[in-house]
């Protein structure tokens, strides 16, 4: 067996289906494809079942590497042992450069432990299933019960001491305003040529005021502008293997369907980008590619945000999609101060405008920062009343 590749194939419904393919025949490899048929594709979205996939085709790569035959071997036997195991964990914590697959690093970096675990995690669910399936050359159920075993343990002895959560902190209300003084289409400091500055703007104006996350502005359609009246808003809409949607890698709205309000001026300048800058492109997604006037895909909108790094590095490590989500969060949740909107019933909401069900336990996670700055803001009040205690210097 030669190397092996990912590859998504797009079907006439419009289903994409995640398969590794024999980098000489251009076949699929059997075992994983059926891995993903028979106990992967109903319950995972396509995304999920391709990072999957990588694994495996880390794992592929690394056994054929060694001279071993991963589809033999997982036939007909014996099972991989500690050495084996060992081997690729070490491969996997170096990192690699292969774009055959993918490249888990870059230079002399490593995995964190967290992401190490993961993939050992996928690995791990994949052999056991090929235990439990192939039977190990025929083996009796006993065998095969006590090498499933067996590999659980051996990969329970390679996980690493797992870090805590890197955590997302919202942009202070200076740095938001200094960003937004930046990517305004007119100003100076904006780092963006003439054709993209409008999209650009509009693409961090709409992360800061809805929060969506980078599949749902990539997946927004021309009908899902609701942006006349007095009350303008966008409808985010679960649409997963759309026959009409070009990209390959189609994005993915992981959340639930809702409407999200969207201010005046957020309206006008999306009125202004769809009629004069976003050009005659032939498909109903908002934002498009300078070049052919594709769809933007995900890893466009990092981009943008890497270009606003690259020209201001004060904001670097503050900017992400990701982090602007948990900026809107946070805002949202310094609103509510100001309203009768407080406690659980602005969790259902922020639960609502996020997308997640109602008794999702994730606002918690999404308005730390706003508890943070409460609870430093509380000690100090209480550190002031201790300066008037007798005995206090």
């Known amino acids: ?30 075992l994983p494809t059926r891995y993903v048929v028979d106990a992967r594709r109903e319950f995972r979205q396509t995304g999920t079942i391709a990072k999957q996939l990588r694994v495996i085709g880390w794992f592929y790569h690394w056994a054929q590497a060694q001279g071993i035959d991963p589809e033999q071997r997982l036939r007909f036997g014996p099972a991989f042992d500690y050495a084996e195991v060992l081997g690729f964990c070490r491969f996997l914590r170096a990192g690699r450069k292969d774009k055959v697959i993918a490249s888990l690093a870059d230079g002399p970096h490593v995995l964190r432990p967290n992401t190490f675990n993961a993939y050992l995690a996928e690995l791990e669910a994949f052999l056991i299933w090929a235990m439990e399936t192939q039977g190990l050359g025929g083996a009796s159920e006993p065998a095969r019960a006590a090498a499933r075993t067996a590999l659980r343990r051996l990969f329970r002895s390679q996980r690493l001491s797992a870090l805590p959560s890197q955590k997302k902190y919202a942009l202070s209300d200076e740095e938001l305003t200094r960003l937004l003084a930046i990517v305004d289409p007119r ?22 005021e ?13 009908e899902d502008l609701m942006l006349h009246g007095g009350s303008p808003y966008l409808k985010v809409v679960r649409s997963p293997d759309d026959p009409h949607d070009p990209r390959r890698h189609e994005p993915q709205v992981k959340t639930l369907n809702r409407s999200v309000p969207v201010s005046r001026p957020c309206a006008l300048a999306l009125t202004v980008y769809v009629q004069k800058h976003r050009g005659r492109a032939r498909h109903p997604y908002v934002f498009t590619s300078t070049r052919g006037g594709r769809p933007i895909w995900t890893g466009a909108l990092n981009e943008v945000l890497e270009q606003v790094v690259s020209a201001h590095p004060p904001f670097a490590s503050k900017l992400s999609p990701h ?8 805002r949202l949740k310094n609103a509510s101060q100001t309203s009768a909107l407080s406690g659980p019933d602005f969790d ?21 920062a706003y508890v943070e700055t409460r609870a430093d803001e509380l000690v100090r009040v209480m550190h002031e009343g201790l300066r008037g205690l007798q005995g206090s210097p």
Not at 210 to 222: A, I, P, V, Y
Not at 348 to 368: C, D, H, K, P
Request: proline share 3%.
């Open 1 to 30: 067996m030669a190397h092996v590749r990912l590859h998504t194939a797009v079907f006439s419904t419009g289903e994409r289906f995640p398969v590794l393919l024999d980098h000489e025949t251009g076949q699929p490899v059997i």
């Open 187 to 208: 100003s100076a400091d904006n780092p963006f040529n003439a054709q993209t500055r409008h999209r650009n703007y509009l693409i961090i104006r709409l992360l800061l």
């Open 210 to 222: 809805t929060g969506l996350r980078r599949g749902e502005l990539c997946k927004l359609r021309l």
């Open 323 to 330: 982090g602007l989500r948990h900026t809107f969060a946070t």
């Open 348 to 368: 259902r909401a922020l639960n609502f405008i996020m997308g997640w069900t109602e008794n999702s336990a994730q606002a918690a996670v999404y308005t730390r």
